[in-house]
């Protein structure tokens, strides 16, 4: 009865800790980044030659690229959503630990 008793006030750490970003995800944005650069340069930029058009497509293409990448990667939605039950977790044990104080302490 004494093991039972230990298992039941086992607690486990239920934070996330072992999911780095994954680093395929710089080849990936790299790789659609320059892909989308050059057909724009190949259908767009060799007609009209605006160097200000190229530029901005350029900035807004690398938030794109990188959003689109993220977006449809699964292992970056995992390393976001460990992050999310770290927060929950912690949301969780404050208000735990805020009605073990009450319940102890009487405040």
Same mark, same amino acid.
């Given at each position: 009865?004494?093991?039972?008793?230990?298992?039941?006030?086992?607690?486990?750490?239920?934070?996330?800790?072992?999911?780095?970003?994954?680093?395929?995800?710089?080849?990936?944005?790299?790789?659609?980044?320059?892909?989308?650069?050059?057909?724009?340069?190949?259908?767009?930029?060799?007609?009209?030659?605006?160097?200000?058009?190229?530029?901005?497509?350029?900035?807004?293409?690398?938030?794109?690229?990188?959003?689109?990448?993220?977006?449809?990667?699964?292992?970056?939605?995992?390393?976001?959503?460990?992050?999310?039950?770290?927060? *929950?977790?912690?949301?969780?044990?404050? *208000?735990?630990?805020?009605?073990?104080?009450?319940?102890?302490?009487?405040?």
């Amino acid at each position: 009865s004494i093991d039972k008793k230990d298992e039941v006030f086992e607690l486990k750490d239920r934070y996330i800790r072992e999911i780095p970003y994954p680093n395929s995800v710089v080849f990936e944005t790299a790789s659609l980044f320059l892909v989308s650069n050059y057909l724009y340069h190949v259908n767009v930029y060799k007609r009209n030659r605006n160097y200000l058009s190229f530029g901005a497509f350029m900035l807004i293409n690398a938030f794109t690229s990188f959003n689109l990448v993220e977006m449809v990667n699964p292992s970056v939605r995992r390393f976001y959503a460990a992050h999310v039950n770290n927060i *929950q977790e912690d949301h969780h044990r404050t *208000q735990i630990n805020s009605i073990y104080r009450r319940s102890v302490y009487k405040y």
